[in-house]
T-cell receptor
Framework: EDQVTQSPEALRLQEGESSSLNCSYT??????LFWYRQDPGKGPEFLFT???AGEEKEKERLKATLTKKESFLHITAPKPEDSATYLC???????????FGKGTRLSVIA | DGGITQSPKYLFRKEGQNVTLSCEQN?????MYWYRQDPGQGLRLIYY???????QKGDIAEGYSVSREKKESFPLTVTSAQKNPTAFYLC??????????????FGPGTRLLVL
């Protein structure tokens, strides 16, 4: 069973059409949840870290939220330049490296 | 400019050949990581190092080797034992301080292709 599951795998939006990406996890003892943006052929770019349920962080059109079992990345009025793959990763109990989800591929059409 | 550099951007490997991917960081980060990314697979951890002269295997270490002789450098060798090396390889580093919470920052990646 995957520890981190992202949905949907792919999402196609019209410019200005707000939506949310989901990252659910099954591990206990979450210490931090990370969101990254990855453009084709490039390395992931750090967006947010969330540490506890109820926490929210915002950056431009993006807002990340965290509950006890999942995180959402809300995209408000997206633009074509928001098209990318969005990855979530988590850190949990112990001295283990981050565990990554498979990502959501977002396409925003003008 | 502080950051992580990876070279080369593209690398071609012949059958039976070992190749080495370079990763350098000037962020003064303690921990460094190597990931492999295949389409639809997400990032899979190959090796990681939390301090100089020490490293641990990740989920898919077979056919790969690493060294950490300097804090700034963490080269990855893809050996001839790795039968399916074609992938996008990503190096990352984090300012680890004894907790597994530190954010990882990524380099631009190296695409390895087999001739």
């Amino acid at each position: 069973e995957d520890q981190v599951t992202q949905s949907p795998e792919a999402l196609r939006l019209q410019e200005g059409e707000s939506s949310s990406l989901n990252c659910s996890y099954t591990v206990s003892g979450l210490r931090g949840l990370f969101w990254y943006r990855q453009d084709p052929g490039k390395g992931p770019e750090f967006l947010f870290t969330l540490y506890s349920a109820g926490e929210e962080k915002e950056k431009e059109r993006l807002k990340a939220t965290l509950t006890k079992k999942e995180s959402f990345l809300h995209i408000t009025a997206p633009k074509p330049e928001d098209s990318a793959t969005y990855l979530c990763a988590l850190s949990y109990s112990g001295n283990t490296p981050l565990v990554f989800g498979k990502g959501t591929r977002l396409s925003v059409i003008a | 400019d502080g950051g992580i550099t990876q070279s080369p951007k593209y690398l071609f490997r012949k059958e039976g050949q070992n190749v080495t991917l370079s990763c350098e960081q000037n962020l003064n980060h303690d921990a460094m990581y190597w990931y492999r990314q295949d389409p639809g697979q997400g990032l899979r951890l190959i090796y990681y190092s939390q301090i100089v002269n020490d490293f641990q295997k990740g989920d898919i270490a077979e056919g790969y080797s690493v060294s950490r002789e300097k804090k700034e450098s963490f080269p990855l060798t893809v050996t001839s034992a790795q039968k399916n090396p074609t992938a996008f390889y990503l190096c990352a580093s984090s300012p680890k301080s004894g907790r597994a919470l530190e954010t990882q920052y990524f380099g631009p990646g190296t695409r390895l292709l087999v001739l």
